[in-house]
């Protein structure tokens, strides 16, 4: 299969066939769209991970209740969130397989979009995990 350029392709489903160049424009945008949430919850689901896997002040008694109150429900946001991470992930894939040349640029400029607009604020984030070179 090669890539191709035109309005009237199979997009996911059968059913879903573009007619005309506006339902078209709507399909890439929507698709930029995805490429951009997609980038937001790959970096708030690594920031709940770091908040939570970061102790708050401690007492010294007991290390597993020296957590922050939020620990309770900071695993199963972080699970659901990875859950939408990766119907995401698959949802592009399988986009990009339709071959279609419109569809594979608007996938990667949407998620240059998300990279540009989330992933600079981890730079200030206080639980950035940060690897240490190995000496």
Same mark, same amino acid.
């Given at each position: ?19 005309? @160049?506006?339902?078209? $424009? ?8 995805? /490429? =951009? !949430?997609?980038e937001w919850i790959a970096h708030n689901h ?7 896997? %970061? &102790?708050? @002040?401690?007492? /010294? ?6 957590? &922050?109150?939020? $620990?309770?429900?900071?695993? @199963?946001? $972080?699970?659901? !969130?990875? /859950?939408?991470? =990766?119907? %995401?992930?698959?949802?592009? !894939? !399988? ?5 279609? %040349? *419109? ?6 400029? *949407? ?20 690897? =240490?070179? $190995?000496?």
């Open positions: 299969m090669t890539f191709f350029w035109g309005i009237n392709f199979t997009f996911l489903f059968p059913g879903c066939v573009p007619e005309h @160049p506006h339902d078209y $424009a709507f399909m890439l945008m929507f698709i930029a769209w995805i /490429g =951009v !949430m997609h690594w920031m709940i991970l770091a908040a939570y896997s %970061t &102790p708050g @002040p401690t007492t /010294g008694k007991d290390p597993k209740r020296d957590y &922050p109150k939020h $620990a309770r429900w900071a695993i @199963p946001l $972080a699970v659901a !969130m990875h /859950g939408a991470y =990766v119907t %995401t992930s698959y949802m592009l !894939m !399988m986009m990009g397989m339709s071959f279609n %040349t *419109g569809v594979f640029i608007t996938i990667m400029v *949407g998620l240059c979009i998300g990279f540009y607009i989330f992933r600079p604020l981890e730079s200030s984030n206080p639980f950035r995990i940060v690897p =240490v070179p $190995a000496s």
